[in-house]
């Protein structure tokens, strides 16, 4: 069955302590892997598309890196307003997107 | 360019009644997909249209519904409502769904009492 296993299920960083969250995938005929920022009651907001193996996206202090395996968003420095869930998805063989249940990040002053 | 609209944003309803939700999706856009999320179970994929046909369909009672139109704005209805039905409901646009990335609305948040 397809999955995807975020982890940790919740992060907390000192201002500026870089780290990185897990997207891990078990996904038929992978398609694409998104990542998503959300904040509380806000939809899901678009941070990047991955396509293959080997494929990395930065966007300010977020870069997103893709394995046959799993998926990894590494945010370096971060600042208090980074403070969010972070949901990774993948596109199956079948364009069914099948979701991770998120992980809650939270950064303090 | 305008993203994706929902409304209403807030809505109260009593069990037993029924609700539209109202979906506008970023021009262009043929695909809309449909997602319920609670605290404690995430993002529950609903449903998704293209083209005014209904594509893909998640693991929920018959009660949900939904259509698009023409025009590519999408609704979607549920009926006899139950308590377990207070979510925030979020509508998804792409250009076709297959693969390409979807944007989502604000959502609509429903409270059942």
């Known amino acids: 069955e397809d999955q995807v296993t975020q982890s940790p299920e919740a992060l907390r960083l000192q201002e500026g302590e870089s780290s990185s969250l897990n997207c891990s995938y078990t996904?038929?005929?992978?398609?694409?892997l998104f990542w998503y920022r959300q904040d509380p009651g806000k939809g899901p907001e678009f941070l990047f598309t991955?396509?293959?193996?080997?494929e990395e996206k930065e966007k300010e202090r977020l870069k997103a890196t893709l394995t046959k395996k799993e998926s990894f968003l590494h945010i370096t420095a971060p600042k208090p307003e980074d403070s969010a869930t972070y949901l990774c998805?993948?596109?199956?063989?079948?364009?069914?997107?099948?979701w991770g249940a998120g992980t809650k990040l939270i950064i303090k002053p | 360019k305008a993203g994706v609209t929902q409304t209403p944003r807030y809505l109260i309803k009593t069990r037993g009644q029924q609700v539209t939700l109202s979906c506008s999706p970023i021009s262009g856009h043929r695909s809309v997909s449909w997602y319920q999320q609670t605290p404690g179970q995430g993002l529950q994929f609903l449903f998704e249209?293209?083209?005014?046909?209904?594509?893909n369909k998640g693991n929920f009672p018959g009660r949900f519904s939904g259509r698009q139109f023409s025009n590519s704005r999408s609704e979607m209805n549920v009926s006899t409502l139950e308590l377990g039905d207070s979510a925030l409901y979020l509508c998804?646009?792409?250009?076709?769904?297959?693969?390409?990335?979807?944007?989502f609305g604000e959502g609509s948040w429903l409270t059942v009492v």
């Open positions: 998804a646009s792409s250009s076709t769904g297959d693969g390409n990335t979807i944007y």
């Open positions: 996904v038929s005929g992978l398609r694409g």
């Open positions: 249209y293209f083209s005014e046909t209904q594509r």
């Open positions: 991955l396509y293959s193996a080997g």
């Open positions: 998805a993948a596109f199956d063989s079948n364009y069914q997107l099948i």
